[in-house]
DNA sequence: CAGTATCCAAAAAGATACTG
DNA sequence: CAGTATCTTTTTGGATACTG
C-alpha cells in the first residue's frame, strides 16, 4: 500500500456506487458475475472438486479460461486451491466462506432466472415478433 | 418456434442446471451478470432514466456498449423501453418487474460483496505476497 | 493430473462521425 | 436526444501441443 492518496472511490458508505469506474469492487464483482465467474462458483457450490472434475461440471470451458477465472477467484479470496502432495498431481479447489456465502446469492439470482425463463421466454418471442430480424 | 426436438437442456425442476451449455437460462444469466448488464440493471434500479442520463450514471460504458446491453435486456424482459412522442427524442428506460426482481438479488450480490471488500483486499495481498508477479 | 505456452480466429471494446 | 455506422485496436476463445 503506501499511502497512495487516490481522492478515491465508493464509499463503501450509506450509498454504494459500484457504478463508478475506478470503483475498487467493481472489477471484483466483475470477476464473480463474468463469463466464467459465476458459472465456475456455481460448479464448486456443492462442494470441492479437482480441475478436471471442474471443468467437466462447466461445460464448454478451455482449459485456460477455467485456470485463468480460478486465480483471479482464489486472489480474491473466494476460492482456496489446495495442492495435494504426491504423483501425479492432485489438486482440490474449495469455496472459502467468503465465497461460498458470495456463491449463496449468486445461486439465489440463477434459481430465480431459471424460474422465471417462462416469462422470458415469452418476452424473447414478443421482441422478435415486433423488431425486424436485420433489415 | 416448429417443433424443434432439442433432446434439450437444463430441466427448470429441482436440480438446476445453468452449468449445462445448451442450457437456455444460460445466455439470459450472462446478459445480466456480464460486463455491463449487471451495471446497467443496476444504474436503473432507483427509477427510470433516459439513455444519456444512464450512460452518465454507468461510467465508462461507451454509447454502442450501452445500447446492445439495453437491446439484450429489453428482449429478455428486464427492461422496458419507452419512447415518448415528440422532438427531440426522450426515450426513458425502467425495469419491468422482473427487471426489478432481478436486480434486487443483483443488488444484494454487489452489496455484499461490497460490505466484505477488506476480505477481499487482504486476500489479494496476501496473494500478491506469496505469488510471482510474473517471471 | 494439472496446468502452461502458442497461435489463430472471433468477438468485444473504443473512438469518431453521422442521422432521424 | 437517441441512437446507428464504420473502422481500428484489444481481449477473448478454441484447438493443439508440451511439461512437472
Not at 459465476?38 to 462442494?47: F, H, Y
Not at 456463491?103 to 423488431?131: G, I, K, N
Amino acid at each position: 500500500m503506501s499511502a497512495t492518496s487516490t481522492p478515491n472511490p465508493c464509499p463503501s458508505a450509506p450509498r454504494f456506487e459500484v457504478l463508478a469506474r475506478g470503483c475498487v469492487s467493481r472489477p471484483v464483482l466483475e470477476h464473480i458475475t463474468g463469463r466464467w465467474g459465476a458459472l465456475t462458483l456455481l460448479g464448486l457450490r456443492e462442494g470441492p472438486l479437482r480441475f478436471s472434475a471442474l471443468r467437466r461440471r462447466v461445460d464448454g470451458i478451455a482449459e485456460k479460461a477455467l485456470a485463468q477465472t480460478l486465480r483471479a477467484l482464489e486472489r480474491d479470496g473466494f476460492v482456496h486451491r489446495d495442492p495435494g502432495e504426491g504423483y501425479p498431481s492432485r489438486v482440490e479447489y474449495r469455496l472459502t466462506e467468503l465465497g461460498a456465502s458470495t456463491t449463496a446469492l449468486l445461486y439465489a439470482l440463477a434459481d430465480h432466472v431459471e424460474s422465471r425463463m417462462p416469462d422470458v421466454l415469452a418476452a424473447q418471442a414478443a421482441y422478435d415478433r415486433t423488431h425486424p430480424p436485420r433489415p
